[in-house]
């Protein structure tokens, strides 16, 4: 069984630049949510795609979008990116449909916005 | 709306000694519970989480947690603590429908002497 992975592990962008990060999808598994993690917090709910629909979404602002592909891989797209975007971008996904739902987390990946 | 609190920043133990973290959480309904561990650096790893049934529940690595709904704690406890525990621990809760998304504390800081 292959886990949660993400790419790349680490980048640097200037601000108003945007990024593409990555996410497969634990195998089996059909539902992707995307979190930020600033240093020293609890990671934050972005948003999370189910059968390539955004279906939930926090607090962060349209300049944060995504996708979720068929095969159920994601990605996390930033657009004019600000210093305080600087943060571990963590993927999660989980089994809808079953009910209890538990969310397996990738490595991360870790932007610095300079 | 729910929130998770750990009291608890930071927390030093000898190694052998037990270890107790802290968790409370504030929810209407029984909510689900975790248990996740971040070694620094690193994405999460899901130690335990309690959906229903048995109040204590047993995770990976040798930890336990107990739900009190009483107290709406959920403290994770381990009897005799090893120097690889070192790490961040992140209580996170969501609502019984199961989809929503995780809902983070701030984390305990691990730190473990000889």
């Known amino acids: 069984e292959t886990g949660v992975t993400q790419s790349p592990t680490h980048l640097i962008k200037t601000r108003g630049q945007q990024v593409t990060l990555r996410c497969s999808s634990q195998?089996?598994?059909?539902?992707v949510s995307w979190y930020q993690q600033a240093l020293g917090q609890g990671p934050q709910f972005i948003f999370q795609?189910?059968?390539?629909?955004?279906?939930g979404r926090g607090n962060f602002p349209p300049r944060f979008s995504g996708l979720q592909f068929p095969n159920y891989s994601s990605e996390l797209n930033v657009n004019a990116l600000e210093l305080d975007d600087s943060a571990l971008y963590l993927c999660?996904?989980?089994?809808?449909?079953?009910?209890?739902?538990?969310?397996?987390f990738g490595p991360g990946t870790r932007l610095l916005v300079l | 709306a729910q929130s998770v609190t750990q009291p608890d920043i930071h927390i030093t133990v000898s190694e052998g000694a037990s270890l107790e973290l802290r968790c409370n959480y504030s929810?209407?309904?029984?909510?689900?519970l975790f248990w996740y561990v971040q070694s620094p650096g690193q994405g999460l790893q899901l130690l335990l989480k309690?959906?229903?049934?048995?109040?204590l529940v047993q995770g990976i690595k040798g930890f336990e947690a107990e739900f009190k709904r009483s107290q709406s704690s959920f403290n994770l406890r381990k009897p005799s603590v090893h120097w690889s525990d070192a790490a961040e621990y992140f209580c996170?809760?969501?609502?019984?429908?199961?989809?929503?998304?995780?809902?983070f504390g701030k984390g305990t800081r691990l730190s473990v002497i000889a």
């Open positions: 999660a996904s989980s089994l809808r449909g079953l009910g209890q739902e538990t969310q397996y």
């Open positions: 195998s089996g598994h059909n539902t």
């Open positions: 795609y189910y059968r390539e629909e955004e279906n």
């Open positions: 929810y209407g309904a029984t909510p689900y």
């Open positions: 309690y959906f229903s049934g048995d109040t």
């Open positions: 996170a809760v969501v609502t019984n429908s199961g989809n929503t998304p995780l809902v």
